[in-house]
Structure formats: structure tokens, C-alpha cells
């Protein structure tokens, strides 16, 4: 077990709802071209797999998708979807967790990696990915790059999403890193309260981490669809390659 929170069943029972339009297909769609083309021929495995937002679909489009996932609510939303046979999920942690097989493709998306709360462990879970890789396979993580441009002096919380249904704000620990999202949700005339805890890295931090993994820097853009990484991105997804043998 890692230091990962686990999501309870009842968050893993609305998280589809919730996230219902990162879940559309023009939203999903430029990453599983991305995803799909680094793939090409061979099995894809991704870690924190979810309620499968990105796996289904990506095995949809042909490619052989494994899952690893800590939360067994989430897991089990997935498999009330697509069967065993059709993609297999591994109950475990992405630090740590190995499933069988080598993969041309190993992937980690919307900001996942920041649920392993220490450093040690980020730098374990691309140790694991780069065990899973076949030589000249990808990683690939999607992740936000910390807006702490945003603080101003004496200032630990910035907002990321003020609207009619959601208040949502991240307060941050500059000393140890780690960031926790507070959300605030109207339901039937109250609000539900979730917070959840996180360590930020920057993408040089995690350049490094690859390089102790034995990984190299292959391309880091700003968005699913292409668009140059610059110092006023506020994500990226970077590629990290496994050398030939």
C-alpha cells in the first residue's frame, strides 16, 4: 500500500456522472489519438485505471489495454462495463504493483502520479513503468504544471473553479510540497464537502525521476492535441522513452 487515499464506493459510484464531460468523446478524443498512435501494434498498460474513462475507449480503438488500479470501488464500476477477458485490472498500487507482459505503451493521465504523496514513491512508479516497457516503449503522464505563480505573498489558496453547482480551491504546503483540493458541491439544496491530498511536482522533478528510472525525455506538449509547451502552460503531457535493448 502506498501513501495513495483510497476512494470510497461512493465517490467511485458518481465519479462517471461527475466527469461526465472529460468523458465525451470530443474531449477524450485527442488523447486517445495520442495514446493509440504511441501504442501502435503492441499492449498498452495503464496505471490508476479508474472506472476505465480512458481504457475502454482506448481498447475500443484496438489496442490491448491492462489496468492497475488501488481502488477496488473503482474497479469495480469498470468491470460492470467490459469483462475480465476484455481488459484485466490488477488490484494494486502504481508505485509497486507488477502485472505480467511487456508494453509498448505505459500511461498515467489526469494528474494521477500527485496521488502518490512522496517523492520515494513518484520515483518508484516510473521505475515501474519502465520495468513494464518493452525497449523503445513510451510513458506517458499528464499532469499540471503547479500554479503557484498564482500566489501572491502570504497567500496558500488559489481557486480553480467558481460556479453555480461547484466551489472548488487548492490550498498549498510550499514546504512539503503537497497541495489538498477542497471542493464544495450543491446537492439537493446542500453542499457536499471533499478534500483530497496531493504532492505537486515540476516537470523537471519528474525529467529526473525518469532519468533515475533509466528513461529519456521523447516530447512534452501542452495539451493532448500538439499545442507547444511554454513557461504559461498550465499542463503538459510529457513522453518519456525506454532505450532499445
Not at 169 to 175: A, G, P
Not at 202 to 213: G, H, I, S
Amino acid at each position: 500500500m502506498t501513501s495513495s487515499e483510497l476512494w470510497t464506493r461512493a465517490t467511485a459510484e458518481r465519479y462517471d456522472t461527475e466527469e461526465a464531460e472529460a468523458s465525451s468523446p470530443a474531449a477524450l478524443g485527442p488523447a486517445l489519438d495520442f495514446l493509440a498512435g504511441l501504442a501502435g501494434d503492441g499492449r498498452a498498460l495503464e496505471f490508476a485505471i479508474g472506472t476505465g474513462r480512458v481504457g475502454i475507449p482506448l481498447r475500443e480503438r484496438g489496442v490491448p489495454v491492462v489496468g492497475i488500479e488501488l481502488s477496488e470501488h473503482m474497479a469495480a464500476v469498470l468491470r460492470r462495463k467490459v469483462d475480465e477477458e476484455t481488459l484485466p485490472v490488477t488490484i494494486g498500487d502504481m508505485a509497486t504493483t507488477v502485472v505480467p507482459g511487456r508494453f509498448t505503451l505505459v500511461y498515467l493521465v489526469y494528474n494521477t502520479i500527485t496521488n502518490l504523496l512522496t517523492q520515494d514513491e513518484q520515483v518508484e512508479c516510473f521505475r515501474n513503468a519502465a520495468r513494464h516497457l518493452e525497449p523503445g516503449g513510451r510513458f506517458v503522464i499528464e499532469l499540471g504544471v503547479p500554479p503557484l505563480r498564482l500566489l501572491p505573498p502570504g497567500q496558500v489558496a488559489v481557486p480553480f473553479d467558481v460556479s453555480e453547482r461547484h466551489l472548488g480551491f487548492d490550498t498549498f504546503d510550499l514546504v512539503e510540497q503537497v497541495l489538498v483540493s477542497h471542493h464544495f458541491t450543491l446537492e439537493d439544496g446542500r453542499y457536499r464537502r471533499d478534500d483530497s491530498r496531493h504532492r505537486y511536482a515540476w516537470p523537471a522533478e519528474l525529467d529526473l525521476m525518469a532519468r533515475l528510472a533509466g528513461l529519456e525525455p521523447e516530447r512534452r506538449v501542452a495539451d493532448w492535441d500538439g499545442t507547444p509547451f511554454t513557461q504559461d502552460s498550465t499542463k503538459h503531457v510529457s513522453v518519456w522513452r525506454k532505450p532499445p535493448a
